[in-house]
């Protein structure tokens, strides 16, 4: 039986002690980094201050802000717990205590989830790519909830979603986020369940789906890092892996964000979109360290994950319907071989000409169209 997120109780947003909606303002370049006392220095701070070894700064309105309606429409969600407690988290730079937003406040991680739809129509969970958040899909949410029970989260250091600190109970490998996904699809309990993911991403979900035949009907693989060539991330992510220099670029809300997504595709973003990918940057330094955490642990074993990929979709035993959706504006991952590659393994494959690397971003309506298509056969 599925159980809806409505029955999952929501931690309600942050406002200010009077309850009136805070006043946002642009601010500055900022660098700083709390020793000690970070509760007296930021009691009465507005989430878009920012927080610990943070930069604040930014354009916001006076008015609630996309980003502010988007997180309106989701939910909390409690799944995987914290392999250890071990106190208050410390930057990797300087090992100073980071403010409040930095840390995690309980055994089991929150995620940010985001539901549309007939909780009784047939359940897609779409998962957002690397970098990137579940804001991603909001175009095709609308076009899919017509007919399916679509949920859509953000990764742990993503979004909304909690954003540990290496060593402090989640160290963002692959093998950790795999667990996670399954402890999260285990919270939400779906049946009749089909997964949509994007981008880097994919590895992971297709080392979970070789463990979870039982529970999947449809697996549809966005823009995947499928061939050989794929297995070594872009210079667009990979910097923020590099000694020092990467915590620093992954603190720069600009960099971090709205930059890199639009180098992959065709397209730029709105204003208003773009502020939605940069606000977990602006508000709390956690967002850039998970970013510089993620990017070592691709690089360290995207490759054996990619041939993992490989190896469990040309399996006998594999029995999941499968699609391929590709971009072929893709700037990060080549198609040069994508196709015969899935002819080789025996996937479907649709070419979406118009669309980059993240598809659901360049294309969103379309690709909501595909996939209900694929899905409803």
Known sequence: MAVSLASISAIPALRNPLGAPVRRERRGFRCRSSSGGEEEYFLDAPVSAGDGFSFSGGKYAEVPSRSDEWFARGKMVKAHSAYSSKGKAKDPIFGLTMGQSSQTTDNVFRWFCIEAGKSSNP????????????????????????DFHVIAFDWLGFGFSDK???KYGFDYTLDEYVSSLESLLDVLNEDNLSLVVQGYFAPVVVKYASFHHEKLKNLV??????????AKLPSNLSMFSNFLLGEIFSQDPLRASDKT???CGPYMMKEE??????????????????LNAISRAMKKDLKPYVEHMRAALVSSSWRINTTVCW????????????????KTLDLKLVELPMAGHHVQEDSGKELGKI???????
């Open 123 to 146: 359940s897609i969970i779409l998962i957002h790519g690397f970098p990137s958040q579940a804001y991603s899909f909001r175009k095709s949410l609308p076009v899919l909830s017509e």
């Open 164 to 166: 540990p600190q290496p």
């Open 221 to 230: 693989l966005i823009n995947p890092p499928i061939t050989e060539k794929h």
């Open 261 to 263: 997504l639009t180098s």
């Open 273 to 290: 979109d773009a502020m939605v990918y940069r606000r977990p940057y602006l508000t709390s330094g956690s967002s850039g360290f998970a």
């Open 327 to 342: 971009g072929l504006r893709d700037r990060w991952l080549s198609y040069d071989g994508v196709e015969d590659l899935c």
């Open 371 to 377: 996939i209900a298509e694929i899905i409803g056969k």
